[in-house]
T-cell receptor, first 114, second 113 residues
Framework: DQQVKQNSPSLSVQEGRISILNCDYT??????FLWYKKYPAEGPTFLIS?????DKNEDGRFTVFLNKSAKHLSLHIVPSQPGDSAVYFC?????????????FGKGTKLSVKP | NAGVTQTPKFRILKIGQSMTLQCTQD?????MYWYRQDPGMGLKLIYY???????DKGEVPNGYNVSRSTTEDFPLRLELAAPSQTSVYFC????????????FGSGTRLTVV
């Protein structure tokens, strides 16, 4: 049973427009959420995170929104750039119970067209 | 600063062979992890370690073994390779604070034929 779900395998966006990547989770014990970005033949790299005590965290062009009641988070990229084309993984953890082990979604492949 | 280094990058094994995937980090991170990623799937935790001498199973540990004799190194051992172990393997490390994500290595692509 998937605890972290990314239901869109792929997303295509025009350069300069907004990219919105979605993630749902089922475990109400999760208290910290992260987004990772992965280019082909490389390991995932940490992008942005959010604690369950917040509903928004912003870092430059990247903003993560958390809706705890809906068990949903989203990553907004504004404006999107061709270099943002990659696979984005949503991850979640229950720091209190699992020593920080991350549970990953299947990923969404973002393509930003020039 | 090298971060997390994995070797080899690619390997083809025959069924029944054994091998060790190497992982070393130079950031003095206490926590280390092994994940595998199958095509179209997320990363699944194989084993993890919270410090030298301490290891524990993750979600998919069958067919693998690990050891953690030093803070820097966390090798993953496949004893009897099976086609189901064809995957990309990622090693990662972290510190146990919420502000840090994992630092991943670049991966080992393993094919078992």
């Amino acid at each position: 049973d998937q605890q972290v779900k990314q239901n869109s395998p792929s997303l295509s966006v025009q350069e300069g427009r907004i990219s919105i990547l979605n993630c749902d989770y089922t475990n109400s014990m999760f208290d910290y959420f992260l987004w990772y970005k992965k280019y082909p033949a490389e390991g995932p790299t940490f992008l942005i995170s959010i604690s369950s005590i917040k509903d928004k965290n912003e870092d430059g062009r990247f903003t993560v929104f958390l809706n705890k009641s809906a068990k949903h988070l989203s990553l907004h990229i504004v404006p999107s750039q061709p270099g943002d084309s990659a696979v984005y993984f949503c991850a979640a953890t229950d720091y209190g119970g699992s020593q920080g082990n991350l549970i990953f979604g299947k990923g969404t492949k973002l393509s930003v067209k020039p | 600063n090298a971060g997390v280094t994995q070797t080899p990058k690619f390997r083809i094994l025959k069924i029944g062979q054994s091998m060790t995937l190497q992982c070393t980090q130079d950031m003095n991170h206490n926590y280390m992890y092994w994940y595998r990623q199958d095509p179209g799937m997320g990363l699944k935790l194989i084993y993890y370690s919270v410090g030298a001498g301490i290891t524990d199973k993750g979600e998919v540990p069958n067919g693998y073994n690990v050891s953690r004799s030093t803070t820097e190194d966390f090798p993953l051992r496949l004893e009897l390779a099976a086609p189901s172990q064809t995957s990309v393997y990622f090693c990662a490390s972290s510190v146990p604070t919420q502000s840090y994500g994992y630092t991943f290595g670049s991966g080992t692509r393993l094919t078992v034929v």
